[in-house]
């Protein structure tokens, strides 16, 4: 069975603080996992991909990938009110030979609070 | 430039009238999808090809259909749109599953 469940939102943090969004998946098989940012009225745009143990850096966001515990998670350092929006933590699983869905998770909701 | 489109952004149509949303890309990729958001439900796969005259149902295929007879064109037909079909639908594709989705713009449908 494939899930990808999010913490519940919606999240609010003040100007300056760490964001921290998460999600936990149900697919031991999965080897992936992607961050999309969703501004409210508008087409999800790819902000992380993460495909190893560990975390990866680019700017001010950091994907962790556990997958012992089959999480991931998503930290926004120094949030900004323009990273106000939607993020969307999404696995390929693999539902037939070569064959693979894409399944996202519901979203939290993230407000930055000047 | 690269991207995907979609047409029409917005539709308002009556039960049962028979519907196409047509979805374009201009990067060659092979994987493209069909997903529909809904709010409190997220996104959800509709439909998804990984080649051209291969397709495969998604999470929520009840009431739609899809054709992939060229690597560009993935359009998402509604042969009798219910209301339960009013959503925001989103097309997407990409080179492969494991790699990053580029999303089209969005269509909003309203089927009364």
């Known amino acids: 069975q494939k899930e990808v469940e999010q913490n519940s939102g919606p999240l609010s943090v003040p100007e300056g603080a760490i964001a921290s969004l998460n999600c936990t998946y149900s697919?031991?098989?999965?080897?992936?996992f992607f961050w999309y940012r969703q501004y409210s009225g508008k087409s999800p745009e790819l902000i992380m991909f993460?495909?190893?143990?560990g975390d990866k850096e680019d700017g001010r966001f950091t994907a962790q990938l556990n997958k012992a515990s089959q999480y991931v998670s998503l930290l926004i350092r120094d949030s900004q009110p323009s990273d106000s929006a939607t993020y969307l933590c999404a696995g390929p699983y693999q539902s037939g030979a070569g064959s693979y869905q894409l399944t996202f998770g519901k979203g939290t909701k993230l407000s930055v609070i000047p | 430039e690269a991207q995907v489109t979609q047409n029409p952004r917005y539709l308002i149509t009556v039960t049962g009238k028979k519907l196409t949303v047509t979805c374009s890309q201009n990067m060659n990729h092979e994987y493209m999808s069909w997903y529909r958001q809904d709010p409190g439900l997220g996104l959800r796969q509709i439909y998804y090809s990984m080649n051209v005259e291969v397709t495969d149902k998604g999470d929520v295929p009840e009431g739609y259909k899809v054709s992939r007879k060229e690597k560009r064109n993935f359009p998402l037909i509604l042969e009798s749109p219910s209301p339960n079909q009013t959503s925001l639908y989103f097309c997407?594709?990409?080179?492969?599953?494991?790699?990053?989705?580029?999303f089209g713009p969005g269509t909003r449908l309203t089927v009364t």
């Open positions: 997407a594709s990409s080179p492969g599953p494991l790699s990053e989705q580029y």
């Open positions: 697919d031991r098989g999965s080897q992936s």
């Open positions: 993460i495909y190893s143990n």
